[in-house]
């Protein structure tokens, strides 16, 4: 690995992501609109090699958070640093070589009419990373032996191949411009358990030869814990508890949070039965209509007058555990 860059911010942190807000206009007339707010001042930073899960149900705006900390969506306000650089329109080009991205879905995101060896060697071709076709096709065969498929592959195409080796080219992919950062935006959602598995160890032995850092997006709490350092627990738009992820798991505060770890399946028939899952009930808010209150105190059994009118910030309830709750 390189030396650290002398530009790092002092807290050593490699991706800083401030106050950060991705609005989307909603026509509701032919000249009216409303603002969906899917991200809303979100704060949080990774530190190198480090792993980040960020997880919550679906429509909360995780996916929106990834795309937009790589500026496949143009922030409505806040900034991302990366080595305490803030990454903008002016120099995204050359950070993309420094930032990649798993997306969900392996095969969308796959062009369909290219060769494997076409797929993985686009990043090369698009940074122009090698000076020879043979050091770049050597670079190709690297990549894909790094991910677990065979030179063969290389002259195949993504309708040939099972979601799981799918997923592993795409990560073949992202690891070709040598990245330090990547946001693996759901890679395991689309895949059998068994699979799952398999993907999940390899991201964990690439980070450890690699010593990449990873913002891992997913809504299992069971994957997240596994493969995280620490964990972000987010709900429309708004991240309502971060911290290490044995913290998290072993002692959750926010009553969104103990839902979520309620919901996890238990193998022992008779630890589940002993155990009392938290059903939520109520309506979730529209996020093109959210008061100024908190936004799940049409769902928490906590909620007060209070709750509905203020919107609670992060505070710190001891090393580093950071929970938005006035009544936990």
Not at 195 to 208: H, R
Request: with cysteine.
């Amino acid at each position: 690995m390189s030396s650290e860059p002398e530009n790092r911010s002092k807290s050593g942190n490699l991706v800083e992501v401030n106050h950060l807000k991705q609005y989307f206009p909603v026509k509701t007339g032919l000249f009216s609109r409303v603002w969906l707010k899917a991200v809303d001042d979100v704060s949080f930073a990774i530190k190198p090699g480090e792993t980040l899960g960020l997880v919550g149900e679906s429509g909360c705006g995780k996916t929106t958070v990834g795309r937009t900390l790589l500026h496949l969506y143009k922030p409505t306000g806040g900034e991302v640093l990366f080595d305490g650089v803030r990454v903008d329109e002016k120099n995204i080009q050359e950070y993309r070589k420094k930032m990649q991205m798993v997306f969900q879905d392996p095969y969308s995101s796959l062009n369909p009419r290219m060769t494997v060896e076409d797929i993985v060697g686009e990043p090369l071709d698009v940074h122009h990373l090698y000076k020879n076709k043979k050091e770049r096709r050597e670079r190709i065969l690297e990549l894909m032996s790094l991910v677990g498929l065979n030179a063969e592959h290389a002259t195949r195409y993504a309708h040939e191949f099972s979601g799981g080796q799918r997923q592993r080219i795409g990560i073949a992919r992202a690891l070709a411009v040598r990245p330090q950062f990547i946001v693996c935006d759901e890679p395991v959602s689309a895949l059998d358990v068994s699979i799952q598995a398999q993907v999940i160890n390899m991201f964990e032995d690439l980070q450890q030869k690699l010593g990449v850092a990873y913002l891992f997006i997913a809504h299992d709490l069971l994957v997240v814990h596994h493969i995280s350092n620490r964990i972000a627990v987010m709900y429309l738009g708004k991240i309502v508890e971060i911290g290490d992820a044995d913290e998290i798991n072993n002692n959750p505060i926010h009553p969104y949070t103990l839902s979520l770890l309620s919901a996890i399946p238990i193998p022992d028939p008779k630890t589940a039965r002993a155990s009392k899952r938290i059903v939520l009930e109520g309506d979730v808010p529209s996020p093109m209509q959210l008061t100024g209150g908190c936004a799940f105190h049409t769902r928490c059994p906590y909620a007060t007058e209070r709750c509905k009118k203020e919107c609670p910030e992060l505070t710190d309830r001891g090393d580093g555990h950071m929970v938005a709750c006035f009544e936990k």
